[in-house]
């Protein structure tokens, strides 16, 4: 064991300071069981774009725009134009290194791409030196173990450490595998005893044999964690998670003591000629690439070439919209409201609905219908989450037990069942008694494609309770909150149909990341059940009309489940529907199968070689993989009173809110829907944006190869880290990219001034929009796109010339 | 009627070949005209398959000689044996293929998928279906270098590459082996007719065992027996149905090899009892070690090495018909189980309603397996002398009894005992009843194999027993996991198992195979 290098001063790191900083920067992973989207870039939020690269380049390994010659490629065909690289040039101009002109850019769109160097590492400069991959071995080593630890239900057999806290477990398991006596490192094995158990110290220890250059550290570290980077983001999302439900959350101190600690005993074990001498000239070297000015300046280029892609788009959505006429807005009463989520794949349905009937107006609202709640299924032990992951939910509704024991008893058959199948001795019986029966289920699924039945959902308790609910103030207050976020307080129909949605698919393992990001990753029924259950409620109604909300008598809401692959909707809790309806039911119905019709023509016509009836096959194939597109494509969100965009054919690429400015004098509404489903929108378009530009790092993978592990997430065949983000069949369609990767750009119809106050006090927003992560636009009261957001509160008219040149 | 049928089903491994051919046509991306083409084909065969069956149970066995060169011929053979294999590959294969054709849509080279995989099952039906040492060698050879393209489909991964390399080492050492071993009995018999080979090995006993050692060898080999069955257990690094298919049809190949050289196999009592040994540990590595992994996939190609194990030493223990009736079942349910592993997720959601005590008392666990195990035995002693005289069969209840009282351990029974105790006992008899049942089946089914079923001795009886034991303990560790994840035996033992005891990887760095050496985007 040597003794600490002799310059190190424990007084000189702040190693906790370092491992917050970090694990700051690694974005939580939600398990496939409630997968929501995440935007991947969420701790670079606050570096502006060239900084971002950087930082993604050198420590991550990823990229932020695609390779040169696909933009010279566009180029050629005109989908890119010289009027966009300039407008690009001129919108970031400030974040520039130094002063690029549109004939820099034109000449280096030819030349391939300067690679910024990688962060050296002790794996990475141990497999130059030694022809033997030690970055894979690091990594298989390390997702071995962690899989291990955190599985939550694949193995029978579980780790024996998975109890001992993080790095104490895997020094325990380390220390016993012989993995390691077998890659030559048994002496690493042995020396893990001699390292300190708590991983503050285990940090310092490393760094200081390791004798990283200061400034360089924040990277090193990044580029370690990276390296298991969706092991680190599922262990940001267990502290994340665990901080939502009021613990004490967890740092990324004991996984960076566990990257640390491996490398510095790489350093100090591995038998590689020239490894200790290279290290540390390797860290002058990349300290002097990384000064170069020419480097950043391509980096630059790269930036503004991407950004002159999203602009061709934004221009035409621009124009599209300021040419528009809008019908003619119906003042009579109208017969049916029918509010959906403002998810992207609404859009088309709304606009198909209309187109069936005039007296039908379409809404949008955040698909939890804003309550979000913790819901506890009957018999289940663990509540879970129905509402945005950002707010930690204020209300606990049950579902009623009237279902417990026999989904109990179907729990415990299920689990009877495979501990048959799977047991140590019992399997092998299984295969020769039940084994021969499996030829049903092969013939029945590759032939009749069955539905999987989704459990029958019991009554909702909400009413107050010892375990929660909700008090009648509270109902009343929420019932208030939505009607008025919905505009709605004079005019409101005799059906207004609150429609959450879900989608049905087969034999995915993504299936809850096609269900509503607002309600947690499940479908929006619950949510719709509840808000209108509330909303229907003689009580809340009375208490509503005391503070001046009449709902008229004969308004029934009514709550519905929009399955989005199948674009069916079903109507919920139909036994409480009044007969008076009976008949308006009827028609709505009707006109909602006809609608659904209409949009499944147009979505097949986004899958190769699809036709309306492939759609519904879809659902339920075992062997599909992409059921649906999802919200492939999303690249807009649109804030504005429908009228603005109705009858406007948006392709199911727009996030579409339902806001009056007019109805909102304090500014409540304008302030809610840009700091929460504006963020929403902008985490799920750039989840899209990362898995599509950069699939290998952002994406997880191709799902012809996907292996679930610990019935967490995914594998991408038998070892490696776990992956995160979405699969290459939900971004590309073979031939071509299905979600073309373009920052959100977001249309609020609102004055300018309230809205810089709402981006003024929230400084996540603000750095999303300051940084160019989204772009924000205002439209004026007639109803035309006029100024664009230029950062630090700025607002900048947009040029009618830019706009020409693309029409 | 009969004669067309003969040649349709005979023609089966032709018909894919012509698949393959049409695949070359259509490599690319969405080879519409080649699904198309593809699923009437295969399901073609798979009815061919059942007509063929039928008919040759109805009717007795078939042969049809395509050439022949003295001593060597191509020719095939229609039994009993052969015929229910080719249905069930048959049968899986056009499953994979239907649901290959939309799993891989959009992929860039979906025509050439589907191509190596007909290519692979029209070499798996030959080989299957062979009635002389030449064809069953040209079958087995074929069907491995048909399946290594599939493994190499995404020839861009460097662990693809890896993997296959791995396994191409290990296939070419059983063709070495059973190259051996079919000059062996070639020379002997003067014949390569496999069931003239059958009829004569009987006379010449030492080079009959020397071919049977060589036999073995290469079911072994192909079957993924400890400890060359590493390869199994990393080849995920390609499209889901290609696991299901090898799991299901090709890694049975060892087994099938033994059956249809059981004639040979059985002159020599010491190789029986080495498929015994290395088919018992087989089978309890990998079941003890399926429970200590992550990743579905790996639990279930885990779950196969074990299968296969004991499917090898039912083949040990000259249970013939009872390893048939093994490959059969395990076909089906693996196939299922693979490609069903995308909703593990939506199954996991499903039994999360409950909790389940996995530890239970010493007490309990020895009354519940002493009232499994004593069903079994009244079931058995119920079904007459006639099945406790063939060998192989009482450990093969008693291993069976021994995973039931096991079951029920580790279930949930805690309150009613005395409600619950008389159910599992009838439970226990149902199950029994229904395994005896269908061994009887097979017995009555497969005369051919029955007839090969020795008596047994006392070196096996000694055999037997310690394969009672064995079993037992596994089952006794498997109940007391959490009791043995203290100790720092069971910490040894857990890591052990889930990384196979590191042999594999051993044996990999000793033949030139070294797990670390990979080189990235290489």
Not at chain 1, 315 to 329: G, M, S, Y
Not at chain 1, 492 to 499: G, N, S
Not at chain 1, 733 to 760: C, Q, S, Y
């Amino acid at each position: 064991m040597n003794a600490p290098h002799s310059h190190f001063t424990p007084e000189a790191i702040d190693v906790v300071e370092l491992a917050k900083t970090v694990g700051d920067r690694i974005p939580p992973l939600w398990p496939l069981e409630n997968f929501v989207a995440v935007n991947p870039y969420q701790g670079l939020a606050d570096l502006a774009p060239v900084e971002a690269g950087n930082v993604l380049a050198s420590a991550v390994g990823a990229r932020l725009s695609f390779d040169r010659k696909d933009y010279a490629e566009m180029l050629r065909d005109e989908r890119l134009r010289h009027g966009d690289i300039s407008q690009a040039l001129a919108e970031m101009s400030d974040f520039l290194p130094n002063p690029i002109t549109l004939d820099t850019v034109l000449k280096a769109v030819n030349e391939t791409s300067i690679q910024i160097p990688e962060v050296p590492t002790v794996a990475r400069l141990a497999t130059e030196l030694a022809g033997r991959d030690w970055c894979q071995v690091t990594q298989d080593q390390l997702s071995a173990w962690a899989a291990g630890y955190f599985d939550v239900g694949q193995a029978a057999w579980p780790s024996p450490w998975r109890d001992l806290p993080l790095f104490q477990a895997w020094k325990a398991e380390t220390a016993e595998d012989r993995n390691l006596d077998i890659l030559g490192l048994a002496s690493l094995r042995r020396d893990l005893a001699h390292i300190p158990t708590d991983p503050k110290e285990a940090v310092e220890q490393a760094l200081a044999r390791l004798a990283v250059p200061e400034n360089d550290r924040e990277d090193y570290a990044l580029s370690l964690l990276s390296v298991i980077g969706g092991w680190a983001g599922h262990y940001r999302y267990l502290g994340w998670s665990d901080a939502l439900a009021g613990g004490p959350g967890s740092d990324m101190l004991p996984l960076l003591a566990v990257c640390l600690t491996w490398e510095s005993m790489l350093l100090e074990h591995l038998a590689v000629q020239g490894l200790a001498d290279q290290w540390r000239n390797r860290w002058f070297r990349h300290e002097m690439q990384g000064a170069v000015s020419e480097t950043q300046t391509n980096l630059a280029i790269d930036l503004v070439l991407h950004r002159a892609f999203e602009l061709s788009w934004r221009n035409e959505i621009v124009e599209r919209l300021n040419t528009h006429t809008p019908p003619v807005a119906d003042q009579t009463r109208a017969d049916v409201q029918a509010a959906f989520c403002i998810d992207v794949r609404s859009e088309p349905l709304r606009r198909a609905l209309e187109s069936q009937n005039e007296k039908i107006e379409t809404l949008g609202f955040a698909g939890f219908f804003g309550i979000a709640i913790d819901y506890l299924e009957a018999g289940r032990e663990k509540a879970q989450i129905r509402g945005p992951v950002l707010i930690t939910p204020p209300f606990s509704v049950e579902e009623s037990h009237d279902r417990a024991r026999l989904r109990q008893f179907r729990a415990l058959y299920r689990k009877g069942y495979k501990a048959f199948a799977q047991g140590a001795v019992s399997c092998f019986g299984f295969v020769e008694t039940v084994g021969p029966t499996y030829l049903g289920g092969l013939l029945t699924r590759s032939i009749a494609r069955l539905r999987g039945q989704k459990p029958r959902p019991g009554g909702l308790r909400y009413n107050p309770s010892e375990t929660g609910g909700i008090d009648l103030k509270t109902q009343i207050d929420t019932a208030e909150a939505i009607i008025s976020s919905l505009g709605l307080r004079d005019r409101l129909a005799p059906i207004v149909m609150l429609a959450g949605h879900g989608s049905t698919s087969a034999n995915n393992p993504y299936a809850s990341g096609l269900d509503c990001g607002a309600c947690g990753g499940h479908d929006g029924g619950v949510n719709a059940r509840l808000a209108t259950q509330i909303l229907n409620d003689p009580d809340v109604r009375k208490g509503l009309a005391e503070r001046g909300l009449q709902v008229p008598d004969d308004t029934y809401f009514l709550p519905a489940l929009h399955d989005t692959c199948r674009d069916e909707v079903a109507f919920l809790d139909q036994e409480y529907a009044p007969s008076t309806h009976r008949q308006k039911l009827e028609n709505l119905r009707g006109e909602l199968v006809k609608a659904g019709l209409q949009v499944r023509l147009e979505r097949s016509a986004r899958h190769a070689g699809s036709d309306e009836a492939d759609l519904i096959r879809r659902s339920q194939d075992w062997a599909e993989v992409r059921p649906e597109w999802g919200l492939a494509g999303c690249s807009a969100f649109i804030a504005a009173p429908r009228h603005r965009t109705r009858g406007l054919d948006l392709g199911g690429k727009t996030f579409l809110h339902g806001y009056v400015a007019d109805q909102d004098p304090d500014r409540g509404l304008l302030n809610l829907i840009m700091t929460a489903p504006l963020i929403v929108a902008s985490w799920i378009n750039l989840q899209y944006f990362a898995s599509s530009i950069d699939p290998v790092k952002y994406g997880s993978g191709n799902k012809t190869l996907h292996n679930v592990v610990g019935q967490i997430g995914v594998l991408e065949g038998a070892a490696g880290d776990l992956r995160s983000g979405l699969p290459w069949q939900s971004v590309h369609d073979g031939e071509a990219l299905a979600h073309e990767p373009r920052r959100l750009t977001a249309i609020i119809e609102a004055p300018r001034d309230p809205m810089n106050k709402v981006i003024e006090g929230h400084d996540h927003l603000r750095d999303l929009l300051d940084n160019g992560w989204m772009h924000l636009l205002a439209m004026d009261e007639s109803g035309k796109v006029s100024h664009r957001y230029a950062g630090n509160l700025q607002w900048v008219a947009l040029e009618d010339t830019a706009l020409t040149a693309t029409a | 009627m009969t004669a067309q049928l003969i040649w349709g089903i005979a023609s089966a491994p032709a018909l894919f070949a012509a698949l393959a051919l049409f695949a070359s046509l259509q490599p690319g991306q969405r080879p519409l005209a080649l699904r198309k083409f593809a699923k009437l084909v295969s399901i073609f065969a798979a009815i061919l398959g059942f007509a063929s069956a039928i008919l040759v149970f109805a009717e007795g066995d078939q042969s049809v000689s395509l050439v022949t060169i003295e001593p060597l011929s191509l020719s095939l053979m229609l039994d009993r044996l052969s015929v229910s294999l080719a249905f069930m590959v048959c049968l899986v294969g056009t499953i994979c293929i239907s649901f290959s054709c939309r799993y891989l849509d959009g992929d860039q080279d979906q025509g050439r998928f589907l191509g190596w995989m007909s290519a692979t099952l029209g070499s798996v039906l030959l080989l299957i279906l062979s009635g002389s040492m030449t064809t069953l060698l040209i079958g087995w050879v074929a069907t491995s270098l048909a399946l290594h393209q599939l493994l190499l489909f995404y020839r861009d991964r460097p662990e693809a590459r890896r993997v296959a390399h791995k396994k191409f080492v290990f296939a070419r050492l059983g063709d070495v082996a059973l190259g051996f071993a079919a000059i062996l009995l070639i020379w002997t018999a003067g014949t390569d007719d496999i069931s003239a080979i059958g009829a004569v090995a009987a006379d010449h006993q030492a080079v009959a065992a020397l071919a049977a050692l060589c036999l073995a060898f290469a079911a072994l080999l192909k079957s993924a027996q400890f400890p060359t069955h590493g390869w199994l257990l990393e080849v995920m690094e390609t499209p889901t149905p290609v696991s299901a298919l090898l799991h299901a049809g090709i890694v049975n190949a060892g087994g099938f090899l033994l059956l249809r050289m059981s004639d040979v196999l059985i002159t020599s009592p010491a190789v029986l009892l080495l498929l015994v040994v290395v088919g018992g540990v087989t089978a309890l590595v990998g079941t003890l070690a399926m429970l200590t992994q992550t990743s579905i996939k790996s639990a279930l190609a885990w779950s196969t090495v074990g299968q296969m194990g004991f499917m090898i030493m039912q083949c040990g223990f000259g249970a013939f018909t009872a390893a048939l009736l093994h490959i059969l079942g395990h076909s089906a349910y693996k196939a299922y189980a693979f490609l069903s592993s995308g909703g593990v997720i939506d199954r996991a959601r499903q039994t999360r309603f409950i909790r389940m005590d996995q530890s239970s008392g010493i007490a309990r666990t020895a009354l519940l397996l002493t009232m499994a195990v004593s069903a079994g035995a009244f079931t058995l002693w119920l079904a007459g002398p006639q099945l406790l005289s063939k060998a192989g069969f009482i450990p093969l209840v008693a291993i069976l009894t021994i995973g039931l009282g096991h079951w029920f351990a580790q279930s949930s029974v805690r309150q009613h005992m005395f409600l619950a105790l008389p159910l599992i006992f009838i439970l226990s008899i149902g199950v029994c009843a229904v395994y005896l049942a269908i061994q009887s089946a097979g017995l009555v089914g497969y005369p051919d194999l029955a007839a090969n079923i020795p008596q047994t001795g006392t070196v096996q009886t000694v055999f037997e027993m310690m394969t009672i034991i064995a079993f037992f303990t596994a089952a006794l560790i498997a109940l007391h996991i959490s009791t043995i994840n203290n100790t720092a035996v069971g910490k040894t033992l857990y890591l052990g198992l889930r990384r196979g005891f590191y042999i594999g990887q051993k044996l990999e760095k000793w033949l030139g195979i070294d797990p670390a050496h990979k080189t990235r985007n290489a």
